[in-house]
């Protein structure tokens, strides 16, 4: 055996100047090779970002194109004579993020009179068999009711005279009916009383309302809706008005009047301040005409100008074509919607409004064409659909109901 010595004795000297002698030469030429490569790596890694700089897709906020390393064989870029702008996002305000509002508008309901006896038998839900689904997609739903809700009150002194049950409201109330417009010739039929009662009734059953109050202030003070951080006012307002002691005063239960339409109008300007929207809801016209009268075109251009963005119209029983003044949008009847059946046919034809509202006031329209009959509105569908959207357009002013193919139409302007 070797002795331990011998085993744990260095290598020879010449063994260890050769080793070194081979890292002296190696060293340098791997730093060589490692710059080229860097040198080729960043010339094509700078062509790749400016690339995608240059990209039609991309979405660039603020961009720095890497300078590439200059190599001996590579040609200097072209000059340009202007600098190529990057892509930039817009930042969006907070009016762009708080999105719109969807409503649905329909006209006259009432549940009184023939409308009643069919209610009783088929159930007070019955009339919302086939458009129930247009109030459940809407963000809010609004109807023109056209009755006092009371089982007290005296009947007034006049051809036609309603009065329906309260139960009627809390299947009303579900289908999706938010809001209803009491500013009519029908909310008092049963006097002041049957008003008070219709008003308490309606709070029970969450419905809020609009046009009738218990004193002139509260006749005039607008409801509000909001949500998708828009709030809504509406507004109701009556040209109708069978008696003159239905009008509401400091001391006296009653409804609005425009026929001296100053109050109207400080009352819309009061909603604007108060809100983004404003829509009015006014019952105005003559019965069973299918253009409006001068005074509905005359008090709609001042209620827009007082700061209303959207109105409503209801009261001739029939529909009535579109109109914009000055960006904003006149709808000047919807026509019945639940309501008695009669022998004259276009009293039979009815709408539903689609209204897409945003903050700014800017409105959207579009109409489901509807036959009700016997208290039962059902929307049309293929050529009669298209015939009655047809005939809406061609009874608007400066306006058009453009089809859209699948029963509906949009209405635009001319």
């Known amino acids: ?25 190696a060293l340098p030429l791997v730093a060589i090779i490692v710059a080229l490569a860097a040198t080729l790596w960043n010339g094509d890694s700078g062509k790749e970002q400016a690339d995608q700089n240059n990209s039609k897709g991309s979405t660039i906020v603020t961009t720095s194109t890497p300078t590439p ?21 817009e930042t969006p305000t907070s009016e762009q993020n708080q999105g719109s509002v969807t409503m649905t508008f329909v006209g006259d309901v009432m549940m009184s009179d023939k409308v009643e006896g069919i209610l009783k038998k088929e159930g007070y839900d019955y009339p919302y068999t086939y458009v129930r689904k247009y109030f459940e997609q809407a963000d809010f739903s609004i109807a023109n009711l056209e009755t006092p809700v009371t089982s007290n009150g005296t009947k007034q002194d006049k051809l036609y005279s309603y009065q329906s049950s309260p139960e009627a409201l809390p299947p009303l109330a579900a289908a999706g009916i938010d809001l209803v417009n009491l500013a009519n ?36 003070q607008h409801a509000i809706l909001e949500k998708n951080g828009v709030k809504i006012a509406f507004i109701g307002l009556n040209h109708i ?33 108060d809100a983004d929207v404003v829509v009015v809801f006014a019952h105005w016209g003559e019965e069973r005409e299918d253009m409006p ?71 959207e329209l579009s109409i489901v064409p ?6 039962l509105p059902k929307p049309l569908t293929g050529d009669k659909a298209d015939q009655l959207l047809k005939r ?22 001319k």
């Open 370 to 375: 509807v036959l009700t009959q016997y208290a």
């Open 293 to 363: 009268v001068k005074y509905q075109k005359d008090l709609a251009r001042r209620f827009i100008d007082a700061g209303a963005d959207l109105i409503v119209g209801s009261h001739p029983h029939v529909l009535q074509g579109f109109e914009q003044y000055k960006g904003k949008w006149i709808a000047y009847s919807l026509g019945n919607f639940i309501f008695t059946t009669n022998k004259v046919a276009k009293t039979h034809e009815s709408a539903i409004l689609q209204v897409t509202v945003n903050k700014a006031g800017e409105a």
């Open 392 to 413: 809406i357009s061609s009874i608007s002013i400066d306006a058009t109901v453009e089809l859209l193919g699948d029963g509906t139409g949009k209405v635009t302007a």
């Open 69 to 89: 390393t200059p190599s001996s064989n590579q040609k200097p870029a072209p000059a340009t004579s202007e600098p190529v702008k990057p892509e930039t996002t």
């Open 185 to 220: 010739n029908h909310s008092m039929d049963r006097g002041p009383d049957g008003l008070l009662d219709t008003l308490k009734h309606l709070d029970e059953a969450g419905i809020k309302h609009i046009g009738a109050g218990h004193d002139i202030d509260e006749a005039y």
């Open 1 to 25: 055996m070797e002795p331990r010595s011998s085993r744990m004795r260095k290598p020879p000297p010449r063994k260890k100047k050769t080793g070194i002698l081979f890292f002296s030469i």
């Open 241 to 273: 008005i069978p008696n003159e002691s239905w009008k509401a005063t400091a001391s006296r239960p009653g409804m609005t009047q425009i026929y001296t339409p100053k109050d109207a109008e400080d009352a819309i300007k009061r909603a604007k301040a």
